[in-house]
């Protein structure tokens, strides 16, 4: 009987000692944006997650030696913002793209996270133009003197496109994003 219970216990050590295969960070940021207005005090809560995993391979696995050199593999990123309203409700983004967008004239503009998607405005601009998700993964936008579709491309760049009544056709303003 002591055998068979040594051997589970060894058994059990052995299995729980065994090497880690991953190399594993999770960093947590979170940020928190107090809004004063004639209503008081607002409190937007931004918890950004950030993730990387990498495997951890060996140069020569089937050599003697005993200190083995680590081969350089690719790490995997998973970020997710959390974002809690004032009034409580969460949502999730996947993707932040909140940055500076320069627009084909030269114009800078800095499009940022706000409840309930995003807020573009320059320098000049009385009210931010608003970005609001759609269920096809793109987005309105709401600018001064117009209503057209947004979203981002494959480079992280907004894409605008507008629908003119008078020569019935879609005209596509371009705003490059800024590399920080």
Do not use: C, H, W
Request: net charge positive; proline share 3%.
């Amino acid at each position: 009987m002591k055998t068979t219970i040594y051997t589970a216990a060894l058994l059990l050590f052995a299995f729980g000692v065994q090497a880690q295969n991953k190399n594993v960070t999770n960093v947590t940021k979170t940020t928190v944006t107090t809004v004063k207005d004639s209503d008081g005090e607002k409190q937007i809560v931004k918890q950004q997650d950030v993730k990387e995993v990498q495997n951890i391979e060996l140069k020569d696995p089937d050599s003697k030696t005993l200190n083995k050199e680590m081969k350089v593999t690719p790490v995997e990123v998973v970020s997710t913002t959390k974002i809690t309203n004032p009034d409580g409700s969460t949502r999730t983004v996947d993707v932040d793209r909140s940055s500076v967008y320069t627009a084909s004239d030269g114009k800078s503009y800095k499009v940022a996270l706000d409840p309930y998607g995003y807020t573009m405005y320059s320098e000049g601009m009385k009210k931010p133009a608003l970005l609001r998700k759609t269920s096809t993964n793109s987005y309105l936008y709401r600018g001064r003197d117009k209503t057209a579709l947004g979203y981002f491309d494959t480079d992280g760049n907004l894409v605008i496109e507008t629908y003119d009544d008078k020569s019935d056709k879609v005209s596509i303003e371009k705003y490059t994003v800024v590399k920080q």
